[in-house]
C-alpha cells in the first residue's frame, strides 16, 4: 500500500508514525523543529488521514507499508518515532528489519498485549450519523455523550471533514478499526530483538505502563534508554518542547 506522506527538512531521514485514530498532522508542529536537523517523513498509516482505506488491518500489514515506503523512497537506516500504535509499528518493524533503521524512538507504548480499552471511543464515533450531521459542534455534543474529555474529542473530530459536495466523512476508516481492535492491542508479532539505540519515552500519569514493563522492553530492546516526562499518553502534544528536546538529545548521539 503506499502511504500518504508530508516530507520537509533535509538532512538524516526520520519517519514519524501517528496512533490509533490520530494522523500525521497531529505531528505537523513537531515536524518544523525536527526538519531543522532531519529530512521528516511524517506517514499516515493506512485507515487513517489520506493514506488508502482497507478492510485489513494489523500491524503485520502496517510493517509491510512501512518497509515499502523505505524502500519506494531509497531511505538509508532512518530513525523511526512511533507513538502508541505506530510506536508499536515501529517495534515491530524493528525486530523484523534491524538492519534497516539507525535508532527506535517509542513513545508511551510497551511491547506487550492490552486489553480493549477504546470501545467508548469507537461506540461514540459510530454513533454520529453523517447524513444527517449539520455541523462539528453537534458532532461535538454526541461525541460528548461516550467521551466525557474535550481534548480527546478534539483531537478525534480532527477526523472530520468535508467532501467536495459539501458532506461530512471521516477520514479514517472506522470500520475496519472497529473490527480489527483487539489486534491493535496485541503484543510483538515478531520473534527477536532489536540491539541498536531505542529510546522510550513514557507519560508519568499514562495508564500504558506497569510494573515489570522496563525489564520486558529490554528483553527485546536491549540498548533501550528511558525518559519519564510529565504528561498522560499524549506525551509530544502535551509537553512538545520537553518532548523534542528529548528526542533530539538522542537522535543526536548518532
Known amino acids: 500500500m503506499k502511504l500518504h506522506y508530508r516530507k520537509s527538512g533535509a ?46 488491518f494489523n500491524y503485520p500489514l502496517m510493517v509491510n507499508d512501512l518497509h515499502l515506503f523505505i524502500q519506494e523512497h531509497n531511505l538509508h537506516k532512518p530513525a523511526i518515532i512511533g507513538h502508541s500504535m505506530g510506536g508499536k509499528t515501529a517495534m515491530n518493524f524493528a525486530v523484523k528489519y534491524p538492519a534497516l533503521l539507525s535508532q527506535l524512538v517509542v513513545v508511551d507504548i510497551v511491547p506487550k498485549a492490552y486489553p480493549v480499552h477504546h470501545d467508548h471511543i469507537l461506540e461514540g464515533l459510530n454513533a454520529i450519523d453523517l447524513t444527517t450531521l449539520s455541523s462539528r459542534t453537534e458532532a461535538d455534543t454526541l461525541l460528548s455523550k461516550k467521551v466525557v474529555e474535550p481534548d480527546v474529542r478534539q483531537f478525534l473530530l480532527k477526523n472530520l471533514y468535508r467532501t467536495t459536495e459539501g458532506k461530512f466523512a471521516w477520514r479514517v476508516n472506522l470500520a475496519a478499526i472497529d473490527a480489527h481492535i483487539e489486534e491493535m492491542g496485541e503484543g510483538m508479532q515478531y520473534a527477536g530483538t532489536y540491539a541498536g539505540p531505542a529510546l522510550f519515552i513514557k507519560g508519568a500519569r499514562s495508564n500504558y505502563y506497569s510494573q515489570g514493563d522496563e525489564h520486558t522492553i529490554k528483553s527485546i530492546f536491549p540498548k533501550a534508554e528511558f525518559v519519564t516526562l510529565e504528561t498522560g499518553h499524549w506525551v509530544q502534544a502535551e509537553k512538545p518542547a520537553e518532548f523534542s528536546a528529548t528526542v533530539l538529545r538522542f537522535l543526536n548521539q548518532g
Open 11 to 56: 538532512g538524516r531521514p526520520l519517519i514519524i508514525l501517528h496512533g490509533l485514530l490520530g494522523s500525521s498532522d497531529n505531528w505537523f508542529s513537531l515536524a518544523k523543529v525536527f526538519a531543522e536537523s532531519f529530512e521528516v517523513y511524517l506517514v499516515d498509516q493506512r485507515n487513517h488521514g489520506q493514506s488508502p482505506h482497507s478492510a485489513e
